[in-house]
């Protein structure tokens, strides 16, 4: 059987690597290298996010969109060229988290990808170079106010079996002394994971692919159809199988199939601070801010900001300075030798749900994309899924809310 895996993201390597242990040769298309810059795999917070299931478009959301999108502090931005391209997504995103069932019932079909996220990725990295860049520990939500951490999302978080220990102002401050002021109150939600340098992460996986002897072509994909993929030099690829991991890019390249695939592009953003006089004890999210920052291998990384804004404009300059901004209040004290920035895709379906299995339409081509901002925590598990359904066995995950052709 002829495999080919388009992309090499965390998706498409955790794919690619699954399916080489299991026996069968792979084919790995990317235009990049897996681990580059060009990946949002690269760039990501890092967190194994098991507890963030509750959908990205909340009931009451619209009501705040328009103070969202309007004020500087904001951590959502809409590049306002792309907004006749973005409408559709946006209301479609809307109405996905309009009723508090709707909102439960996407949040329990994340739960089953998320739940068991460190225990995956200590599973996929097993035995490889990967397994060194694993960290565990709490993830805490960071609040100026106790009453803060509450509301919808945290009462889905709760039904799901997601609590949170509060950390009080002092112990907050024990644990870390370097926080500023303005942040006074902890909720720690347990059992979580880290990943200490995402981009080596995804290169080392795809280097154990590479050593059970998969191939590797590096090349950009124009189309993929059913039984073969076509090459944007024009070349063309045989495959029984084609899995399609290609990230917030992978609506392009399936659009010939005839499905209906809303993706969009949620620009997100890094600042990395190398040499930083402090790192935190572990992984936070600034909750009034939605950026996490989190100690990597190569310094403190900032990382989140939603902007609207399609896959070909540069990054914006208003979100790094926000994320500096924002920073400072956590740490006021924080210095540093030399900062990096970054921006990549999250690839975002309206209902916060990634699209995985094969198309209806093309039955020998299987989806994988669409894990907006879960990708990374996510991807061991999406990996095994598609190994599952190429070599024949039924995943031990309900693949309906995934449907490919839940759109059309
Ligand atoms: C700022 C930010 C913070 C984030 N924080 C977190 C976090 O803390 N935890 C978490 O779980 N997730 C996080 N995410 C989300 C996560 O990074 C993504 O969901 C995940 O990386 C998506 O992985 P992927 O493999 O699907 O796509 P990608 O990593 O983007 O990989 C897609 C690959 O497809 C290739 N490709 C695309 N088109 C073609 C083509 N035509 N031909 C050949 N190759 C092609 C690309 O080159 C790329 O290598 C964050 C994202 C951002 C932007």
């Known amino acids: 059987m002829r495999i080919i895996v388009v992309g090499g993201g965390i998706t498409g390597v955790s794919a690619a690597l699954g399916l080489q242990r299991a026996g069968v040769g792979v084919t790995l298309i990317d235009r990049a290298r897996p681990g580059d810059p060009a990946q949002a795999s690269f760039g990501n917070g890092g967190i194994l996010a098991r507890s963030a299931v509750a959908p990205n478009s909340m009931p009451g959301l619209w ?4 103070a969202l999108l309007l004020s500087p502090e904001a951590p959502l931005f809409l590049r306002w060229r792309h907004l006749p391209r973005f409408l559709p997504w946006g209301l479609s995103f809307l109405r996905a988290g309009m009723t508090t069932a709707r909102a439960r019932r996407i949040a329990e079909a994340l739960s089953a990808l998320t739940s068991d996220s460190v225990a995956d990725h200590r599973a996929l990295a097993a035995g490889t170079a990967a397994e060194r860049f694993i960290a565990e520990g709490d993830y805490v939500h960071i609040y100026r106010r106790p009453e803060d951490h509450a509301g919808a999302e945290v009462a889905l978080k709760a039904a799901l079996g997601f609590s949170a220990t509060p950390l009080d102002e002092a112990t907050l401050r024990a644990r870390d002394p370097a926080l500023g002021p303005d942040y006074r109150f902890g909720a720690a939600y347990a059992g979580h994971g880290w990943i200490t340098d995402p981009g080596a992460y995804v290169a080392a996986l795809f280097e154990a692919f590479r050593a059970l002897g998969g191939t590797f072509l590096d090349a950009s994909v124009a189309r993929v159809e059913e039984g073969r993929v076509l090459l944007s030099d024009g070349r063309e690829l045989a495959g029984d199988r084609i899995v399609v991991a290609a990230g917030a890019w992978s609506a392009g390249l399936v659009r010939a199939l ?3 695939v ?3 592009t949620e620009r997100g953003y890094h600042v990395m601070l190398h040499g930083a006089n402090h790192m935190p004890p572990g992984p936070y999210m600034v909750s009034d801010a939605q950026f996490v920052i989190t100690p990597m291998a190569g310094g403190l990384r900032a990382a ?3 902007e609207f804004g399609g896959l070909d404009a540069p990054p914006s300059k208003a ?3 926000l994320i500096r901004r924002r920073l400072k209040q956590v740490y006021p004290g924080l210095r540093w030798e030399r900062a990096t920035e970054w921006m990549g895709h999250r690839p975002s379906l309206p209902d916060s ?10 039955p020998g081509v299987v989806f994988a994309f669409g894990s907006q901002h879960l990708g990374l925590t996510i991807g061991p598990r999406l990996g095994r899924i598609v190994t599952d359904l190429v070599l024949g066995r039924k995943p031990n995950v309900a693949l309906r809310p995934f449907a ?3 759109f059309d």
């Open 353 to 362: 749900l990634p699209m995985v299995g094969p198309a209806p339409r093309a």
């Open 304 to 306: 989140g900001i939603v």
């Open 258 to 260: 005839g499905h209906r």
């Open 262 to 264: 809303p993706l969009e």
């Open 404 to 406: 490919v052709d839940r």
């Open 63 to 66: 009501r705040r969109i328009p």
């Open 319 to 321: 979100p790094f300075a």
